[in-house]
């Protein structure tokens, strides 16, 4: 789940996790930015470098959570691959896991990646996946095709040997039919840009687009036609209205009267609004993409919020299997 910061991508991935994890399935909910956004939402603690349980959906699913932290990734990668064991402790305690993780920010988006990948193909010894989907909190928009396509760079450069292999793998998953990069957007300008050139970019890369999931969509109380009429020589029809509805007499200098210019002033910016919306809903149509609408919750998103959220999606057919 990608989308450009404050469009809600953090809220949305977790409530596709609740969403997926109905009918009792095993989710988990993975976050790589470091911002702890995801225990936030679900009221807890914040999340270690372990995976944990942290929500149980109607019909007994269960979403677990990990926050992957790209230095324990590293050495999780160098006792994988390396058998560094309590050597690539002691390369943390001098400090060259933090230095090497920090001057190849590319370094950092294979370890994420890779950890990620890595619940997606684990299994138990009966052969099951431990988990029916995984679900990241991706970073934005503007990054999420060099963030999903670094390991095509990193097998690029390495021909041979563990990382090459490593980095061959994690790509079969990411252009495999099992995953869908969703992309989360306002009906705003800037956001629906960066939605259309997100999704121009991760097709030239081959990565696999999902849907757009339009957030925070507010209601439309009036139309344009509405608000023409009351605009266009009827403030003495809607003063009027307005005294009938018990707000004062229709009076020039009336309550009713001085309600009239403000209430206009309003219905303008309601229908510039609704005219923006549509425009920007033609765009994001063009994608050719499935789209997806949550309601803006007025009060916020607490634990209820990201339930209903999440019932919203599984009715639209998003976080169905």
């Known amino acids: 789940m990608t989308g450009k910061g404050g469009t809600g991508k953090t809220t949305v991935a977790a409530a596709l996790a609740l969403a997926l994890a109905a009918e009792g399935r095993r989710i988990l909910l993975v976050e790589v930015e470091g911002r702890q956004g995801i225990a936030q939402l679900f009221e807890t603690d914040a999340l ?71 619940a997606v193909r684990r299994k138990d010894k009966a052969g099951w996946r431990t988990y029916d989907a995984v679900v990241m909190d991706a970073p934005p928009t503007g990054r999420i095709t060099r963030f999903l396509n670094v390991n095509d760079e990193v097998a690029g450069l390495a021909r041979i040997g563990p990382i090459y292999n490593q980095a061959q793998a994690v790509m079969r998953v990411m252009k495999s039919r099992e ?77 009713a009267e001085r309600l009239v210019d403000p209430l206009l002033a309003q219905a303008h910016e309601h229908a510039e609004r609704v005219a923006l919306e ?19 919750l007025g009060d916020g998103v607490d634990l209820g919020g990201l339930y209903r959220l999440a019932e919203n999606l599984r009715k639209q057919g998003l976080g169905v299997a």
């Open 278 to 296: 549509r425009r920007e809903r033609a765009e994001l149509e063009e994608l050719g993409l499935p789209t997806y609408e949550l309601d803006l």
């Open 179 to 255: 995953t869908a990069v969703h992309l989360v957007t306002l009906l705003e300008e800037m956001p629906v840009q960066e939605t259309v050139d997100g999704v121009a970019e991760l097709r030239a890369a081959g990565l696999p687009v999902g849907g757009v999931v339009i957030n925070m969509v507010r209601p439309v109380i009036l139309d344009s036609e509405a608000v023409c009429a009351a605009a266009n020589g009827q403030r003495t029809a809607v003063a009027k209205a307005l005294s009938q509805a018990g707000l004062g007499g229709a009076r020039r200098g009336g309550h």
């Open 48 to 118: 270690p470098y372990v995976e944990r349980k942290i929500a149980v959906s109607p019909g007994g699913g269960e979403v677990h959570a990990l926050a992957i932290d790209p230095e324990q990734a590293l050495l999780d990668y160098l006792d994988m691959f390396y058998k560094l064991g309590r050597a690539g402790r002691a390369l943390k305690k001098l400090g060259a896991i933090d230095f090497a993780t920090t001057i190849a920010p590319g370094l950092r988006d294979v370890l994420l990646t890779g950890k990620a990948c890595e």
